[in-house]
């Protein structure tokens, strides 16, 4: 026989959902030359942070030639550098033919998923209330905030955090080699001291407050600063930061 649960033989494995924060490289044109002195250029400001990290190649702002995007050139120089391309996100059809060709995972764009995404109109005759006029349930509660996620223990080393509609608040340190991510917000009410992702799909109005800035890395909407950067400004101390002209932002919470 072959069934596992009948013969007692464990299954090989079994497939699980699991939310992992990914990196985008955003392409808005490809030289090979350019692209590996960027990259390198970039290595060399965070080398520990790209470090076997995997990334995905963003088409949605490509500019360039179709015939110019050549994923071998693209994922051969990322290798060399110890970063690993998994997939493609956005892009046309022809864009994502070659991706496929390459071997690479599919991922939907903004503009893609908002299509995937949207509910279809409802039919002129059918109303939001019951038989007795009252509204239903569900539409009556359509516009409730999504509540906050609330930490109160200290999220250590290796750990990761996520809130994946609304804000995250941490009641506690937030330890360096941990990460926190979140659709909205993130609070810190002590010191930031691993990675804070905030706007995680796409919010550009997110921000990230915290007692003590110590952190590795702070990302919103994709945009991100590493603790090289952040040291230069509200280091240690109490901060909000946000997105202002696709660059981040870091203000005293005491002046803002």
């Not at 030289?31 to 949605?60: M, N, V, Y």
């Not at 051969?76 to 690993?84: A, K, L, P």
């Not at 956005?90 to 995404?117: E, F, I, K, T, Y």
């Not at 609304?166 to 330890?175: K, Y």
């Amino acid at each position: 026989m072959t069934d596992s649960t009948t013969s007692g033989v464990q299954q090989v494995f079994q497939l699980k959902s699991a939310s992992v924060s990914m990196t985008a490289l955003e392409l808005h044109h490809f030289d090979p030359d350019d692209f590996e002195a960027t990259l390198r250029d970039k290595i060399s400001q965070a080398p520990g942070f790209f470090k076997d990290i995997p990334i995905i190649i963003s088409l949605e702002k490509y500019e360039g030639l179709d015939s110019e995007l050549d994923f071998f050139k693209i994922i051969g120089t990322c290798r060399r550098h110890q970063i690993h391309v998994v997939g493609v996100r956005g892009g046309n059809d022809d864009q994502r033919r070659l991706a496929r060709g390459a071997a690479l995972a599919l991922l939907p764009g903004n503009s893609q998923r908002d299509r995937a995404h949207a509910p279809e109109s409802e039919p002129a005759d059918t109303a939001s209330a019951d038989a007795a006029g009252t509204p239903d349930a569900k539409a009556a509660g359509a516009g409730e905030p999504v509540p906050a996620r609330v930490v109160n223990q200290p999220v250590r080393s290796g750990q990761q955090i996520y809130a994946p509609e609304g804000d995250l608040i941490i009641l506690a340190p937030v330890q360096a080699g941990a990460e926190v991510l979140a659709a909205g917000n993130i609070h810190v009410y002590g010191p930031l001291r691993g990675r804070a992702l905030a706007g995680i799909h796409g919010a550009e109005s997110a921000r990230v407050f915290c007692q003590s800035l110590e952190a590795e890395l702070v990302s919103i909407a994709g945009h991100y600063k590493i603790s090289e950067d952040l040291q230069d400004n509200g280091w240690k101390t109490a901060v909000q930061i946000q997105l202002r002209d696709d660059l981040l932002v870091v203000t005293p919470l005491d002046k803002a």
